[in-house]
């Protein structure tokens, strides 16, 4: 098979993924708390819980998201419990996040969530050859530069 083509193969099953992530992001999911979290709403406890004393921008940097996009999530978790805001920074000014007791219980669901499903990647990855990893490695760092580019920019694709 020509390299090219492999190329072309691995693009159109990164793009599978892709899409298939785009489903489950709509998918609620219970991490052990008895209420359902989106896709967003679970990674913006789990930055939050990994990085205490957050604001609302880092948290979207973080999250490769706007600040228009994170505020609203932010507010949700707020209601439902599972963040708190308090007044912080130099002048007391800044708004930082923290997690509530309910918030860390969803957090260590999420994370036990994720040590089961990279369990499962470790195991069927441990067989593979380092050099393999570190070329996927590097073709998704390409990939992402490349999306970051024309994020960017106004430059068509």
């Known amino acids: 098979m020509e390299r090219q083509q492999q190329y072309m193969q691995l693009i159109e099953t990164l793009f599978?993924?892709?899409?298939?992530?785009?489903?489950?992001?709509?998918?609620?999911?219970?991490?052990?708390?008895?209420?359902?979290?989106?896709?967003?709403?679970i990674h913006a406890i789990a930055v939050i819980g990994n990085h205490p004393d957050i604001n609302v921008m880092q948290l979207a940097e973080q999250l490769g998201v706007t600040k228009g996009t994170i505020s609203p999530v932010v507010t949700k978790l707020e209601k439902r419990g599972y963040v708190s805001k308090l007044k912080g920074g130099e002048s007391n000014k800044e708004i930082l996040l923290r997690l509530t007791i309910k918030g860390q219980m969803a957090y260590h669901g999420h994370e036990m969530f994720h040590l089961?499903?990279?369990?499962?990647?470790?195991?069927?990855?441990?067989?593979?050859?380092?050099?393999?990893?570190?070329?996927?490695k590097?073709?998704?760092?390409?990939?992402?530069?490349?999306?970051?580019?024309?994020l960017q920019t106004d430059e068509k694709l």
């Open 116 to 136: 089961k499903l990279h369990a499962e990647l470790f195991e069927e990855f441990d067989r593979e050859n380092p050099e393999h990893i570190e070329f996927l």
């Open 16 to 41: 599978r993924v892709i899409n298939k992530f785009y489903a489950l992001e709509k998918i609620p999911r219970d991490y052990g708390v008895g209420e359902n979290f989106y896709r967003q709403e």
């Open 138 to 150: 590097r073709f998704l760092q390409v990939g992402e530069h490349l999306v970051d580019k024309y």
